[in-house]
């Protein structure tokens, strides 16, 4: 069944997902602070909207994906912000990655106003965003993801409801350990490959195939060896995530030394002005710290 959508948020990930809906025939309206991102979509058959109350109007749901928590904030209650625009029941769909507790509050907001929200982040980066195979966790009730399955299947391919709102950016955060820690761990196996003279092509096909496989050493382990830093997610937006994470495990008592490593070597990319790369780029702090170069 065809719905109305509102899309705000055409960067790396909004773009190919608003191209993915139309392929599914939803119909889609689509807005973007820089407007030449939105072209994309635009060309693809999505109407372009100049506020984010204009894109929510006249839909049946309305999805975000922008960079922040305050992000998303301000473009659902600033001026002209979406919820301005939007019909009493309009569903609204947060597939940013923001903090859980600012998550909780503007699914209480919406909710008062009449409307009704999940939170959706996604895995997968720019290739499962093109190929539309995102893993989507999703918070929220059970009767309004119902609703909207086929909307996520339009853009990805493992989608499950997790727990009640909030549980999906708690459930992104988990992710986020994980491909950090994962990585610190790719990062490290090919320094000591190169730095012990082995082929690191040949070691990187015999291991991927073993237990310590990955997906963050299949991928990023071979643009590493490319010499490939080009961003599929870049250094900068790992460094909110983990700022999330790190925040949420300070609430709880909770010591995540692995994830403290990692916000560590990525602050010495920000600090060599290396935050617009992707996030292998973090074996060049490995590189630095000893002292060779790939």
């Not at 090919?190 to 990955?214: N, W, Y």
């Not at 643009?223 to 700022?243: E, R, S």
Request: with cysteine; hydrophobic share 45%; proline share 3%.
């Amino acid at each position: 069944m065809s719905m109305k959508i509102g899309f705000i948020g055409m960067g790396i990930m909004g773009r190919p997902m608003a191209v993915n809906l139309l392929k599914a025939g939803h119909q889609v309206t689509v807005y973007n602070r820089t407007e030449s991102r939105a072209r994309e979509a635009v060309d693809a058959g999505a109407k372009k909207a100049l506020s984010p109350k204009a894109c929510a109007e006249g839909n049946d749901i309305v999805i975000t994906i922008v960079t922040d928590s305050k992000d998303v904030e301000n473009v659902l209650f600033g001026e002209n912000g979406a919820v301005e625009g939007a019909a009493s029941g309009t569903t609204f769909i947060d597939m940013s990655t923001i903090s859980p507790d600012v998550t909780r509050d503007i699914a209480a907001k919406l909710e008062a106003a009449g409307h009704h929200f999940l939170d959706a982040p996604v895995s997968g980066g720019d290739i499962g965003a093109v190929n539309g195979t995102l893993t989507i966790m999703v918070g929220g009730k059970q009767e309004v993801f119902d609703r909207v399955t086929p909307v996520f299947e339009a853009m990805g391919s493992r989608i499950t409801l997790v727990g009640p709102s909030g549980a999906g950016q708690v459930t992104k955060a988990c992710n986020q350990i994980l491909c950090a820690v994962n990585l610190v761990a790719t990062c490290e196996a090919l320094a000591l490959a190169k730095q012990s003279g082995i082929d690191l092509e040949k070691m990187h096909r015999v291991v991927t195939g073993g237990a310590g496989g990955s997906w963050s050493l299949e991928n990023l382990g071979k643009a590493i060896i490319d010499g490939n830093y080009d961003p599929g997610f870049m250094v900068k937006l790992i460094q909110k995530d983990l700022n999330i994470v790190l925040n949420a495990a300070k609430n709880l008592n909770l010591p995540i030394a692995g994830t403290a490593l990692a916000h560590q070597y990525f602050c010495s990319n920000e600090a060599h002005n290396e935050e617009d790369l992707g996030t292998q780029a973090m074996f060049k702090v490995v590189e630095r710290l000893g002292n060779f170069n790939m």
